[in-house]
């Protein structure tokens, strides 16, 4: 089992930062696929950035050039550093991990919101 712990959320202004940290404890395979996620009220969830523990990252047309995912492996942590935040940023982020025998585990998640 593997259990996921976000933290760094909060309230900002438009325009400011937030740093998200997720840290994965348990039975976490080597290979994996670590990210994030989000859902805003009335919206389905969506990808927002992932990272490989070797591969590509990826992220959401709506956060390139803006937030930044980054991975410690040997602290088994995921961080994203978001930068100039819109109020449309504003949703429930989770942290997730996958592994390629079909683990697939979430976050509690964690309030990001920006006012105008």
């Known amino acids: 089992q593997v259990h996921l712990v976000e933290s760094g959320g909060g309230l900002v202004q438009a325009g400011g930062s937030l740093r998200l940290s997720c840290a994965a404890s348990g039975s976490i395979a080597s290979i994996n696929v670590m990210g994030w996620y989000r859902q805003a009220p009335g919206k389905q969830r969506e990808l927002v950035a992932v990272v490989p523990s070797g591969g590509r990252i990826n992220y959401a047309d709506s956060v390139k050039g803006r937030f930044t995912i980054s991975r410690d492996n040997a602290k088994n942590t995921v961080y994203l550093q978001m930068n100039s935040l819109k109020p449309e940023d504003t949703a429930v982020y989770y942290c997730?991990?996958?592994?390629?025998?079909?683990?697939?585990?979430w976050g509690q998640g964690t309030q990001v919101t920006v006012s105008s």
């Open positions: 997730n991990l996958k592994t390629p025998r079909g683990g697939d585990y």
